[in-house]
């Protein structure tokens, strides 16, 4: 009986460890939300990429429910993605790019090209604005309700998948 | 027609994949415990059809990256039409899912083999061991079909051109890297399966060692060559000249390496003198348990590292419960059906029992330190302690000593003799090679330079001690016997750990005597490196097929040479990433490397130069391929071979 | 006892006190060897220890990076927009360096509150946050609305 019981000790060791693990799992910093969510979009003041001399600032996004997409004409995945935002577009959602780090050329050339489902885009070509978002890389999109305070962060690419069962709830819910 | 298809007939192959891999666990295993004949003749029809399908769907996945396919967003995420075809081959496991379908096509390989090359096994043994190797298959089966698809399309929106693979994998290396070491990673699931086959069967007698034995060792060999393969590959690629970063990845590579070396060691003394049967169970558990460890430490990014994949919370909590299924059942079938009496065999103290014993204890010791450093980060965390990083300080102040105690045994291990052995005999056969190896190794680092250095002296001591009681013993086998009497598998040991020599001669060196030096150089500029020359002649930009590059040229001369030698290291960036890359300069040598790599652009004109001086470094490496080859060598030996006469012709090769 | 069982008992007390030194000489290499995480808001706090090796980390301060015209030395700020860290280092700086990029240096802290780097990471990927650094600025309250706030 003893020795049975011995047997049972690297069976328990690996509970032990796999405890810690799946712990582990929950830590992980990819799956924690953004530290912005229920938070204010930030303060900025920014021109338009279409038209230089226009300025927008946070009233840009009160009102209606937004959601904010942080592209550049660098960024590959952003083509792939436009087809997605296009159809949010078509559905009606407002939308709202951050062209980040990017030229004036090559945004406008990006839109001519992939399509331009933005009411409007905020130039942010040093990338300012996409660093008070916390934003590591492009695509990202973040959703701003009415009142401008962030309600859900997206980082990287949004499937055709993601729009149906994530994006488009999402919005409902705070509509 | 049937081209656009490709990937759907991926993806349906992979499915009746899935449903063969359930016959094949399900009908075996219920056949041996009902003793049912016809039911365990499902094993060998279903493992073939298995790998027959999973063999079709990895020709699809490779088929869509031939053929630029950007509808698969697995193509479209890591290949770009510009990239060269043989990358494109090999970008199809350079990414999560492609190279989880790698994983489950080498597990069906294994297993396929298994059943091509065990005519001789127990028809219910057979069935055992294959539907157990099913039930693993399942478990990753669904994992690639439900949380990582590679088949999966970008429809109806195909992009016109791919991302592009990550350029730290366009490289020779990375495509025999990878394929190596799942090949041993994998691998030990056969040995898995015939323990908990054996655990099962209640034949837990000396058996199952002999038929696993050889599985054992051809993956052991390749886990070594592609943990040597990695090594190499992160030396000349990540432009530091470091080959051994103690990175989780890694370790999760050594881990199972350690426990495997372990392993080979127990299944021989449980195979010649029956003892440790239950340790030798455990072990062939805990090497496999450890390798799925290492799939779930890189794939689910609880622990981060410099090539960990894109991780994905999702993907984690299923591996975590593959994981959880497989060791937690594992080791309870182990806790219930391991004997009960431990089959005491009496040894003396300095016999090869013993000494084996306490190699693996070593071994051991060995591996759970490095677990404990790979996962105490993970564990503080959880803990609510704080943020830490283990660094390599942490690995190297624990695996010199527990290696310089384990070489102190491994000298005596090939001299001494199974059960018992006289202490006079053993003093005879080992005191002259001891004093020399101690002479040679303290008075060698003295003419390299004339710089003693303790670790250089302590790596050699130990080398030589391994290396000179082998020279002895086959100067008396020669003598008494004849060399050509001598089995393979005596060579293969012999050949073996040579390998661990060669290895620890190319650590002590490299890690004392390199030379590094870190200087801002302009054209025109020169310095002197560890008695070479380094002139900076020219510095250009060009442009790559996929890439721009300023390239450095440098004529490096001997110091009293008139000839000189050109070295082009490389600036890249990457266009379709714009990641910049490092393409270092090399000039191998069996006893020394010259390491030229471009770090950083100082904007005037000139460049932050890091060249290196690597003396044996390739001793590292040439060690790790003759360890594989000894273990590939001790397979061939005749016992095996006679065993498996009945076997059809073309076992040869794999035996 | 038989001399069977004597050689049982010394394979236990064998075991046993191989372990033992195992463990302590782990733990101790483990309590020597390990680098905590600070940032710059714990080491302005005073919280890190000096001329000890710890980690810390932040984003690069744009416009922050000075290289020396004659030699590999180079000063930069890392800061987690609360309390800005000065490092300095001497060597080449990795591929992926760059200003507004999270970053981990390793090295001691001198008495003026100068991180003396001996190692500077970033990670070979342009879309990483390395993970402490993500949660550094996470516990500094990062929010954009009191991130002007608190740069003034």
Same mark, same amino acid.
């Given at each position: 009986?003893?020795?049975?019981?011995?047997?049972?000790?690297?069976?328990?060791?690996?509970?032990?460890?796999?405890?810690?693990?799946?712990?582990?799992?929950?830590?992980?910093?990819?799956?924690?939300?953004?530290?912005?969510?229920?938070?204010?979009?930030?303060?900025?003041?920014?021109?338009?990429?279409?038209?230089?001399?226009?300025?927008?600032?946070?009233?840009?996004?009160?009102?209606?429910?937004?959601?904010?997409?942080?592209?550049?004409?660098?960024?590959?995945?952003?083509?792939?993605?436009?087809?997605?935002?296009?159809?949010?577009?078509?559905?009606?959602?407002?939308?709202?790019?951050?062209?980040?780090?990017?030229?004036?050329?090559?945004?406008?050339?990006?839109?001519?090209?992939?399509?331009?489902?933005?009411?409007?885009?905020?130039?942010?070509?040093?990338?300012?604005?996409?660093?008070?978002?916390?934003?590591?890389?492009?695509?990202?999109?973040?959703?701003?309700?009415?009142?401008?305070?962030?309600?859900?962060?997206?980082?990287?690419?949004?499937? $055709?998948?993601?729009?149906?069962?994530?994006?488009? $709830?999402?919005?409902?819910?705070?509509? | 027609?049937?081209?656009?298809?490709?990937?759907?007939?991926?993806?349906?192959?992979?499915?009746?994949?899935?449903?063969?891999?359930?016959?094949?666990?399900?009908? *075996?295993?219920?056949?041996?415990?009902?003793? /049912?004949?016809?039911?365990?003749? %499902?094993?060998?029809?279903?493992?073939?059809?298995?790998?027959?399908?999973?063999?079709?769907?990895?020709?699809?996945?490779?088929?869509?990256?031939?053929?630029?396919?950007?509808?698969?967003?697995?193509?479209?995420?890591?290949?770009?039409?510009?990239?060269?075809?043989?990358?494109? @081959?090999?970008?199809?496991?350079?990414?999560?899912?492609?190279?989880?379908?790698?994983?489950?096509?080498?597990?069906?390989?294994?297993?396929?083999?298994? &059943?091509?090359?065990? =005519?001789?096994?127990?028809?219910?043994?057979?069935? /055992?061991?294959?539907?157990?190797?099913?039930?693993?298959?399942?478990?990753?089966?669904?994992?690639?079909?439900?949380?990582?698809? *590679?088949?999966?399309?970008?429809?109806?929106?195909?992009?016109? +051109?791919?991302? +592009?693979?990550?350029?730290?994998?366009?490289?020779?290396?990375?495509?025999?890297?990878?394929?190596?070491?799942?090949?041993? %990673?994998?691998?030990?699931?056969?040995?898995?399966?015939?323990?908990?086959?054996?655990?099962?069967?209640?034949?837990?007698?000396?058996?199952?060692?002999?038929?696993?034995?050889?599985?054992?060792?051809?993956?052991?060999?390749?886990?070594?060559?592609?943990? &040597?393969?990695?090594?190499?590959?992160?030396?000349?690629?990540?432009?530091?000249?470091?080959?051994?970063?103690?990175?989780?990845?890694?370790?999760?590579?050594?881990?199972?390496?350690?426990?495997?070396?372990?392993?080979?060691?127990?299944?021989?003394?449980?195979?010649?003198?029956?003892?440790?049967?239950?340790?030798? @169970?455990?072990?062939?558990?805990?090497?496999?348990?450890?390798?799925?460890?290492?799939?779930?430490?890189?794939?689910?990014?609880?622990?981060?590292?410099?090539?960990?994949?894109?991780?994905?919370?999702?993907?984690?909590?299923?591996?975590?419960?593959?994981?959880?299924?497989?060791?937690?059942?594992?080791?309870?079938?182990?806790?219930?059906?391991?004997?009960?009496?431990?089959?005491?065999?009496?040894?003396?103290?300095?016999?090869?029992?013993?000494?084996?014993?306490?190699?693996?204890?070593?071994?051991?010791?060995?591996?759970?330190?490095?677990?404990?450093?790979?996962?105490?980060?993970?564990?503080?965390?959880?803990?609510?302690?704080?943020?830490?990083?283990?660094?390599?300080?942490?690995?190297?102040?624990?695996?010199?000593?527990?290696?310089?105690?384990?070489?102190?045994?491994?000298?005596?291990?090939?001299?001494? =003799?199974?059960?018992?052995?006289?202490?006079?005999?053993?003093?005879?056969?080992?005191?002259?090679?001891?004093?020399?190896?101690?002479?040679?190794?303290?008075?060698?680092?003295?003419?390299?330079?004339?710089?003693?250095?303790?670790?250089?002296?302590?790596?050699?001591?130990?080398?030589?001690?391994?290396?000179?009681?082998?020279?002895? +013993?086959?100067?008396?086998?020669?003598?008494?016997?004849?060399?050509?009497?001598?089995?393979?598998?005596?060579?293969?040991?012999?050949?073996?750990?040579?390998?661990?020599?060669?290895?620890?001669?190319? !650590?002590?060196?490299?890690?004392?005597?390199?030379?590094?030096?870190?200087?801002?150089?302009?054209?025109?500029?020169? !310095?002197?490196?560890?008695?070479?020359?380094?002139?900076?002649?020219?510095?250009?930009?060009? =442009?790559?097929?996929?890439?721009?590059?300023?390239?450095?040229?440098?004529?490096?001369? =001997?110091?009293?040479?008139?000839?000189?030698?050109?070295?082009?290291?490389?600036?890249?960036?990457?266009?379709?990433?714009?990641?910049?890359?490092?393409?270092?300069?090399?000039?191998?040598?069996?006893?020394?490397?010259?390491?030229?790599?471009?770090?950083?652009?100082?904007?005037?004109?000139?460049?932050?130069?890091?060249?290196?001086?690597?003396?044996?470094?390739?001793?590292?490496?040439?060690?790790?391929?003759?360890?594989?080859?000894?273990?590939?060598?001790?397979?061939?030996?005749?016992?095996? /071979?006679?065993?498996?006469?009945?076997?059809?012709?073309?076992?040869?090769?794999?035996? | 006892?038989?001399?069977?069982?004597?050689?049982?008992?010394?394979?236990?007390?064998?075991?046993?006190?191989?372990?033992?030194?195992?463990?302590?000489?782990?733990?101790?290499?483990?309590?020597?060897?390990?680098?905590?995480?600070?940032?710059?808001?714990?080491?302005?706090?005073?919280?890190?220890?000096?001329?000890?090796?710890?980690?810390?980390?932040?984003?690069?301060?744009?416009?922050?990076?000075?290289?020396?015209?004659?030699?590999?030395?180079?000063?930069?700020?890392?800061?987690?927009?609360?309390?800005?860290?000065?490092?300095?280092?001497?060597?080449?700086?990795?591929?992926?360096?760059?200003?507004?990029?999270?970053?981990?240096?390793?090295?001691?802290?001198?008495?003026?509150?100068?991180?003396?780097?001996?190692?500077?990471?970033?990670?070979?990927?342009?879309?990483?946050?390395?993970?402490?650094?993500?949660?550094?600025?996470?516990?500094?309250?990062?929010?954009?609305?009191?991130?002007?706030?608190?740069?003034?």
């Amino acid at each position: 009986m003893k020795r049975r019981l011995i047997l049972l000790v690297p069976l328990l060791g690996f509970l032990v460890l796999s405890i810690f693990l799946y712990r582990g799992l929950s830590l992980d910093p990819a799956q924690r939300d953004s530290a912005l969510l229920a938070r204010d979009f930030p303060a900025f003041e920014a021109s338009t990429l279409e038209d230089p001399e226009r300025r927008v600032d946070r009233s840009l996004l009160e009102g209606q429910v937004t959601l904010v997409n942080v592209w550049g004409e660098w960024c590959p995945t952003c083509k792939q993605e436009m087809p997605q935002l296009l159809d949010l577009a078509e559905r009606g959602i407002r939308l709202v790019g951050i062209d980040y780090k990017d030229t004036r050329e090559q945004g406008l050339e990006f839109l001519e090209e992939f399509g331009n489902p933005f009411e409007v885009n905020i130039f942010d070509p040093e990338g300012e604005l996409g660093f008070e978002l916390g934003v590591y890389g492009a695509p990202e999109t973040f959703l701003v309700d009415r009142d401008g305070i962030i309600r859900y962060h997206h980082t990287g690419y949004i499937t $055709p998948q993601d729009v149906r069962e994530v994006i488009l $709830p999402e919005v409902q819910k705070w509509q | 027609m049937l081209i656009q298809m490709i990937p759907e007939i991926g993806h349906f192959a992979l499915i009746l994949a899935l449903l063969m891999a359930l016959v094949q666990a399900l009908m *075996p295993l219920a056949g041996a415990a009902t003793r /049912r004949p016809l039911w365990m003749a %499902y094993a060998r029809p279903m493992a073939a059809g298995q790998f027959g399908f999973v063999l079709l769907a990895f020709l699809c996945l490779s088929a869509s990256y031939l053929l630029d396919d950007f509808s698969v967003a697995n193509v479209a995420n890591n290949s770009n039409s510009l990239l060269p075809w043989y990358y494109k @081959v090999s970008a199809v496991w350079g990414n999560h899912e492609g190279s989880m379908l790698l994983w489950i096509l080498m597990l069906a390989g294994w297993s396929f083999a298994v &059943a091509c090359f065990s =005519r001789d096994l127990p028809e219910a043994m057979l069935a /055992r061991v294959l539907g157990i190797m099913g039930l693993i298959s399942i478990g990753f089966l669904a994992f690639i079909l439900i949380t990582s698809n *590679p088949f999966e399309r970008l429809l109806p929106n195909v992009p016109g +051109d791919g991302a +592009d693979l990550n350029p730290l994998l366009q490289d020779f290396g990375l495509i025999i890297h990878p394929p190596t070491l799942y090949m041993g %990673y994998v691998g030990f699931s056969v040995v898995f399966a015939f323990a908990i086959a054996a655990l099962l069967g209640g034949r837990l007698d000396a058996a199952w060692t002999r038929w696993a034995r050889p599985w054992t060792n051809i993956a052991w060999a390749f886990l070594t060559v592609g943990i &040597a393969l990695g090594s190499w590959w992160a030396y000349y690629e990540l432009g530091w000249g470091g080959w051994w970063f103690w990175d989780p990845v890694e370790n999760a590579s050594l881990l199972p390496w350690l426990a495997g070396t372990a392993l080979i060691h127990s299944l021989a003394v449980t195979e010649k003198r029956g003892a440790f049967k239950s340790w030798t @169970v455990l072990l062939a558990i805990s090497t496999f348990s450890l390798s799925l460890l290492g799939t779930f430490l890189v794939r689910s990014g609880v622990l981060t590292s410099v090539h960990a994949f894109a991780n994905d919370p999702s993907r984690g909590f299923f591996i975590l419960m593959l994981l959880g299924v497989t060791v937690g059942l594992s080791l309870l079938v182990f806790a219930l059906r391991a004997p009960r009496v431990s089959h005491a065999v009496g040894f003396n103290w300095l016999s090869r029992d013993a000494l084996l014993l306490i190699n693996n204890i070593l071994l051991i010791i060995m591996t759970v330190t490095v677990l404990l450093g790979t996962v105490y980060p993970l564990l503080l965390d959880a803990l609510g302690m704080g943020k830490i990083s283990v660094g390599p300080p942490y690995f190297n102040a624990l695996f010199v000593p527990l290696t310089v105690v384990l070489c102190l045994f491994m000298g005596l291990g090939p001299v001494s =003799r199974w059960k018992r052995m006289a202490t006079g005999e053993l003093w005879r056969r080992l005191a002259l090679a001891g004093l020399a190896a101690l002479v040679i190794g303290i008075l060698a680092p003295l003419l390299y330079g004339g710089e003693w250095n303790l670790w250089v002296s302590l790596g050699l001591v130990s080398a030589l001690w391994l290396v000179l009681p082998i020279l002895r +013993d086959l100067y008396d086998k020669s003598r008494k016997t004849g060399l050509r009497r001598l089995s393979l598998a005596y060579w293969g040991m012999v050949l073996g750990h040579l390998g661990v020599a060669v290895t620890i001669v190319g !650590v002590a060196v490299v890690s004392n005597y390199s030379v590094e030096r870190n200087v801002r150089l302009a054209p025109g500029d020169s !310095v002197q490196v560890a008695g070479y020359e380094f002139a900076m002649t020219d510095l250009q930009a060009r =442009r790559g097929p996929n890439f721009l590059a300023d390239t450095a040229t440098f004529e490096v001369r =001997r110091e009293g040479a008139t000839r000189s030698f050109t070295m082009a290291p490389e600036k890249r960036l990457y266009l379709a990433r714009g990641m910049p890359m490092t393409q270092v300069a090399l000039r191998p040598g069996l006893f020394r490397d010259l390491y030229v790599a471009m770090g950083e652009d100082l904007e005037d004109g000139s460049w932050a130069i890091r060249i290196q001086y690597k003396p044996f470094v390739r001793w590292l490496w040439l060690g790790g391929l003759l360890m594989a080859a000894g273990g590939v060598l001790a397979v061939a030996d005749r016992r095996y /071979r006679r065993r498996r006469a009945t076997a059809p012709a073309g076992k040869e090769a794999l035996a | 006892m038989t001399p069977k069982r004597k050689q049982k008992l010394f394979v236990i007390l064998g075991l046993v006190s191989l372990a033992a030194i195992a463990i302590g000489l782990t733990l101790y290499a483990l309590r020597s060897n390990i680098n905590l995480f600070f940032s710059p808001i714990q080491i302005a706090a005073g919280e890190a220890p000096i001329d000890r090796q710890i980690r810390a980390g932040g984003m690069v301060k744009e416009g922050s990076v000075t290289r020396n015209r004659d030699s590999l030395d180079v000063e930069f700020v890392v800061t987690d927009f609360v309390e800005d860290l000065a490092v300095r280092y001497s060597g080449i700086l990795p591929d992926l360096f760059r200003e507004g990029q999270g970053v981990v240096v390793v090295g001691r802290l001198t008495e003026e509150g100068v991180l003396r780097a001996d190692e500077v990471l970033a990670r070979h990927d342009e879309n990483y946050m390395p993970t402490e650094v993500a949660e550094a600025l996470e516990a500094a309250g990062y929010s954009p609305a009191d991130y002007g706030v608190k740069l003034d």
